[in-house]
Each structure stands twice: as structure tokens, then as C-alpha cells.
């Protein structure tokens, strides 16, 4: 999962997450680097600043198909939405 640094994550956010993380999950992260390298740009580019604290409390949500992510934010204002996800980052349960 070393690619998670690229993202800005540091060794000991690696080794925390790992530890929180089913096996099968991690396994995931491990096979499709890319889509959760897309859909955490996608988040990036849109502005939420606790993208982070988003990832690490959803990563299933990480490995869906990067389109069908990108559309799950597209359809909400994006000013709102930062605003929302920023003051709770389980709101993205609910989109």
C-alpha cells in the first residue's frame, strides 16, 4: 500500500489504517492501486480538505468505479457538499 503515500499519507497513517482494516479490504487496496488513486484525486479536485478522514473511515467506497464515483459527487452542489463532508465525514454514507 505504499502508494497511499503518494496521496499524502505518512508510514504511521499506513500502519493505523492497516490495523482497522478486514483483510479482505486491505487484499482490495492491494489489488486496484489506481481506482483508489482516481477516486482519492477525484475527491482532491473537487476540494474537501479532511479527504483523509473521509478515506480512511470509507475505503470501500474508494474501490468503486472511479466514473460511478465521480457521479455520486457530481450530482450535489459542490460548494454544499465539501461543506457538509468537511463538517461530518459520514455524509458520504449517505450520498
Do not use: T, W
Not at 481506482?35 to 475505503?59: D, M, P, R
Request: aromatic residues 10%; negative net charge; contains cysteine.
Amino acid at each position: 500500500m505504499d502508494y497511499l503515500l503518494d496521496l499524502g499519507f505518512n508510514d504511521n497513517e499506513i500502519k493505523n489504517l492497516k490495523s482497522s482494516l478486514e483483510p479482505e479490504v486491505i487484499n482490495m487496496l492491494l489489488l486496484f492501486p489506481k481506482i483508489v488513486a482516481v477516486n482519492y484525486q477525484i475527491l482532491n479536485e473537487i476540494g474537501v480538505k479532511n479527504i483523509k478522514e473521509v478515506f480512511s473511515g470509507h475505503v470501500k467506497m474508494f474501490l468503486i468505479n472511479p466514473d460511478r464515483f465521480k457521479a455520486i459527487f457530481a450530482k450535489y452542489d459542490q460548494a454544499d457538499l465539501i461543506r457538509c463532508i468537511e463538517k461530518n465525514a459520514d455524509i458520504v454514507d449517505k450520498l
